[in-house]
């Protein structure tokens, strides 16, 4: 293959990494704004989950959506349960009434409280979350700068962090093809392959 062919195939395949992180970032959006309208009919009508007696799958699908934005994270281990202090829900968005049941859940950005049913929600989809392998968020085609224990860096000085089951074994200067899923704005790769041309 001529180095001018080569380098075709190469701003081609950048220009379609890139257009994936758009989609994602556009997609998160949207997320975020159905997310933002679904709590915006839940303040003009507190029984907006009970109305309609759809079950909890309009509780489910909004949970998976604040997961798929980051706002909310998985569950791991348990809650406190007590009634409820007036603060808001961290599913849902409306207020926790003293007659309600509140459950606390501890995560990455400190405590959070929600109501019985967007925590039952919740639960459930952390639940089957872990039960499946992670999603790829994205793909990268870049040049390695440098290799450390918990991560890589790459010729546009981004990390890329790695796991106990993906390692980098290459040298600096390998172009690389990486594979990863996204929590929290951290890119952790799921694979690392050296990237061949043709």
């Given at each position: 293959m001529h180095a001018d062919t080569a380098e075709v195939v190469t701003t081609a395949l950048d220009l379609l990494v890139q257009s994936k992180a758009c989609v994602d970032i556009n997609r998160r959006l949207l997320s975020e704004t159905r997310y933002r309208i679904a709590a915006s009919r839940r303040c003009l009508n507190g029984w907006f989950t009970v109305a309609g007696g759809s079950g909890e799958e309009p509780l489910r699908a909004l949970v998976r959506a604040r997961l798929g934005t980051g706002a909310l994270w998985l569950?791991?281990?348990?809650?406190?349960?007590?009634?409820?202090?007036?603060?808001?829900?961290?599913?849902?968005?409306?207020?926790?009434?003293?007659?309600?049941?509140?459950?606390?859940?501890?995560?990455?950005?400190?405590?959070?409280?929600?109501?019985?049913?967007?925590?039952?929600?919740?639960?459930?989809?952390s639940m089957a979350a872990r039960e499946e392998p992670p999603r790829a968020a994205g793909a990268i085609l870049g040049t390695l700068l440098e290799t450390h224990a918990e991560y890589i860096v790459l010729n546009d000085h981004g990390r890329v962090f790695l796991t106990p089951a993906v390692r980098c074994p290459f040298p600096a200067g390998t172009r690389l093809q990486i594979v990863y899923t996204e929590s929290e704005g951290t890119k952790v790769a799921l694979s690392i392959e050296r990237h061949h041309l043709g």
């Open positions: 569950i791991v281990g348990h809650s406190l349960v007590g009634s409820g202090r007036g603060h808001l829900c961290v599913v849902c968005g409306v207020k926790i009434g003293r007659a309600e049941v509140e459950h606390e859940v501890d995560g990455p950005r400190g405590l959070a409280v929600a109501h019985q049913a967007c925590f039952s929600a919740w639960h459930r989809e």
